[in-house]
């Protein structure tokens, strides 16, 4: 197989050489199989001194391997020895294997310095499930295809024809893309003239190898929407400024730096996560649903690259934090209704899994009142520290100077100003604090005071952001309290939460408490916390009239919350005002076709609204707010970008 990639696939889309040079290459494969094409791929990649920064693998499967199963295929029964490469990248490929859930799967390779500066690595985006479901959700720009497992459609009264997804790939076609296939089928080549392609005549290599090759050449190109849909075209200077430095600025900040970008991160405090993201520890896990809907999948993917984003370091002893588990509480469901569940919706009990009261009392250490889900893929972590690894991570990606990122504390923003170049935040006494052709508010419910003083041409709407207080206490819990307070071995939640950091500590809470911006830790809230603790089984029944334990302590935040309860992640789309200048027949009931402020100059983007799952959105957040600004991949199905998308509502609107 490796001969074959060589000779069918790569050869026949032009590489190695037609990544030499480029900042990212893309490539899509209709069939992943074993994963032989990948490897043999990104073995070709690493030994190309010329090649490109970013290699994206883009590959569908409809029937995945198991871990298990995939070491078998490549024979990793023993540890592989230095001599055999192909099989050590087989090894590192299983070692990142992820549990098999619907959707697309991110993981990444060889990231590192390249020997001009800037990073390069590998990312394969695993695409579980028929690639006829699966095209139309995917959001790139594709510079070479490996079109395999093409099956055409034959009845034996009919001509066979060509699967209808090959005629679309010109959705996907980058300019100059390529495709190619071992296959010689008539469908084939009239499913790619379908789609624009120009099919080479077909060539036969050594042995019995065969290759169509086609390159995209349409013969119109319509202009670009107006919309969300893609990004325009990079800037000269690919420089963003982000303001705001908690979990979803530090996100998106280390995810636009490293698609080879110049992030200024600019925040009013003197270091990361001062406000909201300020808490000693946060849980993160997914959710079920019975219908698997929007929520359950945004939250699952959110999880699950949170996970995957952490879970080395934490190992590592360089973030505080557990990722082993969080048990989430359900006294309603039984346990034949929740494996009925779990196999209506194809998870994985690696994923999730159902827990009677009696193991999940074994799982938590503490008598918890119900049974409940086990997420495996879930846990907690401290926020700050958190922040502080990826703007660590992002400082050591440089190109042949000054860092990548560079962070401008104590300066507080007072307003954005549109420019021929781009962008400008200044302070309060009009000096410029920093300038770029793109800029990210991550600031929170802060966001909306800095668009208010936006020129009237370039106003955009309003962000349904709300402002949601809320108080954690803390239990440190020295020998003599051992008695009075149980410290959970994984977080549980429900109705509350608790969790135990590191330095024998119970964090538990949190109250939740609109139009209130009192600052202060009160005696109530505490008691409502306690309360909460004591029915997940951490600690008594604490009455109303007895005094507060003297070691308990707390903190009060803020959350910037959205109707839907999902983030806004994305190029900010214009005011009514100004929708009221469109053609009449622009659609603004679609949310990828709303007008959106952002130019080929750079453009005006959004991450906000993660509301008290914070540490569960941050990766996903900067991954797709790094697709909005650079246009790299979407790390999400189609669906999943517009219910995150802030022109959602606008586009609602627009329908009644």
């Not at 594709?142 to 060509?162: C, I």
């Amino acid at each position: 197989m490796p001969d074959q990639t060589q000779r069918v696939f790569m050869a026949g889309n032009g590489l190695p050489g037609r990544w030499q040079g480029r900042t990212r290459f893309v490539i899509l494969d209709t069939g992943f199989g074993q994963g032989r094409r990948f490897l043999s791929t990104w073995s070709a990649w690493r030994a190309d001194a010329h090649r490109c920064n970013r290699l994206v693998f883009i590959a569908i499967e409809t029937h995945p391997l198991s871990r298990q199963a995939l070491r078998e295929a490549h024979r990793l029964a023993e540890t592989p020895q230095p001599s055999q490469p192909d099989a050590i990248l087989a090894q590192r490929m299983a070692d990142a294997w992820p549990t098999l859930t619907p959707g697309i799967h991110t993981l990444s390779f060889d990231e590192a310095l390249g020997p001009q500066g800037g990073l390069q690595g590998v990312s394969l985006m695993l695409c579980l499930g028929n690639v006829a479901d699966i095209l139309p959700t995917l959001m790139a720009e594709v510079d070479a295809f490996y079109l395999d497992g093409l099956s055409p459609t034959q009845n034996m009264e009919e001509k066979p024809r060509a699967p209808g997804w090959l005629s679309r790939l010109n959705r996907l076609a980058a300019p100059q893309a390529t495709a190619s296939s071992s296959s010689l089928a008539d469908v084939l080549r009239d499913g790619l003239t379908q789609a624009g392609f120009e099919v080479a005549p077909s060539l036969e290599a050594e042995g019995s190898l065969h290759i169509t090759r086609a390159t995209f050449a349409p013969r119109y190109t319509p202009p670009p929407q107006p919309g969300g849909l893609w990004a325009p075209a990079p800037p000269a200077d690919r420089h963003a400024i982000v303001v705001g430095a908690g979990l979803a600025g530090c996100s998106a900040a280390w995810a636009v730096c490293r698609e080879g970008w110049r992030v200024t991160l600019v925040d009013q405090h003197e270091g990361p996560a001062q406000e909201g993201s300020g808490n000693p520890g946060g849980l993160f896990h997914s959710v079920l649903h019975g219908d698997d809907g929007i929520h359950a999948r945004t939250h699952r993917a959110a999880a699950l690259a949170t996970w995957r984003q952490v879970q080395p370091w934490i190992a590592d002893g360089e973030l505080a934090g557990q990722c082993e588990g969080l048990l989430r509480l359900d006294g309603k469901t039984h346990r034949a209704d929740a494996q009925d569940l779990l196999a209506r919706l194809g998870l994985p009990e690696d994923h999730v899994r159902w827990l009677d009261m009696d193991a999940a009392r074994a799982v938590a250490g503490v008598a918890v009142p119900s049974g409940g889900w086990l997420y495996r893929q879930g846990g907690w972590l401290h926020p700050a520290g958190y922040a502080a690894r990826l703007l660590q991570e992002a400082q050591r990606w440089h190109k042949q100077g000054p860092s990548s990122l560079t962070c401008l504390w104590n300066q507080a923003v007072a307003r954005i100003v549109p420019t021929e170049q781009g962008w400008e935040v200044h302070d309060a006494l009009g000096h410029c604090i920093a300038q770029a052709p793109s800029l990210v508010l991550a600031n929170a419910h802060q966001a909306q005071a800095l668009l208010a003083t936006l020129p009237q041409d370039h106003t955009v709407a309003p962000l349904p952001l709300s402002r949601v207080r809320g108080q954690i206490s803390a239990w440190p819990c020295p020998d003599d309290q051992a008695a009075e307070v149980s410290l959970p071995r994984v977080p549980v939640a429900g109705s509350g939460y608790v969790l135990p950091l590191r330095d024998d500590c119970l964090l538990f809470g949190a109250t939740t408490q609109h139009h209130d911006d009192d600052p202060s830790v009160r005696e109530a809230d505490h008691r409502h916390n306690l309360k909460q603790a004591a029915r997940l089984g951490t600690c008594p029944d604490h009455p109303a009239d007895a005094p507060l334990p003297l070691a308990l302590q707390g903190r009060t935040g803020w959350r910037a919350t959205t109707p839907d309860r999902l983030p806004l992640i994305g190029a900010l789309p214009w005011s009514d005002e100004r929708l009221t200048q469109v053609p009449a027949k622009t659609r603004l009931d679609q949310v990828r076709l709303i007008p959106r402020e952002r130019t080929d100059r750079g453009g005006l983007y959004v991450v906000s609204g993660l509301g008290s799952r914070g540490i569960t959105w941050t990766a996903l957040a900067g991954a797709l707010l790094a697709h909005w600004v650079t246009g790299s991949p979407c790390p999400i199905e189609s669906d999943l970008r517009d219910a995150l998308d802030p022109a959602r509502f606008l586009s609602r609107a627009h329908r009644h």
